[in-house]
């Protein structure tokens, strides 16, 4: 396929090794070199098949508007938008294209919320939760997009909106951690990443399946296919 990486961060440069590994053509371009999606027009666009975003909170609407605009299918690593998800979703069902977008692309980190879901159970049984988040000092967002997402997986399942506590330490890659605490027991639930590697990995194979496809997907709906 043919690629277009939107943000040349560690994420950016670490998707655009593995997409080559696997035989794609990848072309990426910074954030300051598409301000207000100013490079996202139909022409520039014409050879691209899927368009992945890791960017910024504050360029991510212009970037989306931009595909949309162009007929383009994207994928969305970038977190900090989703109070406007319906916003995005208009758009994206009025225009056509596909779209996947994820708080996490990590299997693993979807296989935590598939067990978290399991445990909104202990809620009606006198146990209290909380949800941790601990990443780099470079996270521009906090709470993480991985532990909202948690919250609303929890409130999906029965649970109640648990607590978010966020931490900001060094170069961690990202661990996030569901405790639930009663009168006789503590139950932790944990997932620690260990590199960038399988946030990256997911999105490529996110790419991959989104191609020729149209509608709104959230990863956690669709991992289990690709």
């Known amino acids: 396929m043919n ?10 440069t670490l998707i655009e090794s593995l997409a080559t590994a696997r035989k794609h053509q990848v072309r ?11 490079a996202l027009t139909p022409e520039r666009l014409r050879e691209v098949d899927v368009v992945i975003d890791f960017t910024t909170p504050d360029a991510v609407m212009d970037n989306i508007a931009g595909c949309a ?5 994207l994928v969305v690593g970038t977190t900090g938008w989703y109070g406007k998800i319906p916003e995005v979703r208009r758009m994206v069902e009025s225009s056509g294209i596909g779209f ?12 935590f919320f ?35 997402m948690l919250q609303r997986v929890l409130v999906e399942a029965g649970g109640p909106e648990v ?19 009663s009168l006789n027991d503590t139950i932790r639930l944990r997932h620690d990443a260990k590199s960038r590697r399988g946030f990256a990995e997911g999105a490529i194979r996110a790419a991959e399946w989104l191609k020729n496809k149209k509608g709104f997907y959230d990863f ?5 296919q690709l």
Do not use: C
Request: glycine share 12%; charged share 25%.
């Open 163 to 181: 607590e978010i506590l966020s931490s900001r330490e060094g170069e961690v890659v990202g661990m996030h951690e569901l405790t639930l605490d």
């Open 220 to 224: 956690k709906e669709i991992w289990k």
């Open 69 to 73: 605009h162009s007929g383009k299918n």
């Open 100 to 111: 996947v977008y994820a708080a996490n692309f990590s299997v693993g980190v979807n296989l």
């Open 3 to 12: 690629l277009l990486l939107l943000g040349r961060g560690k994420m950016g």
């Open 114 to 148: 598939e067990v978290a879901k399991s445990l909104t159970a202990g809620f009606k049984l006198d146990y209290s939760g909380k949800i941790s988040e601990t990443h780099h000092v470079h996270k521009l967002d906090a709470p993480s997009g991985t532990a909202v």
């Open 28 to 38: 990426a371009i910074d954030v300051d070199e598409n301000a207000h999606g100013a």
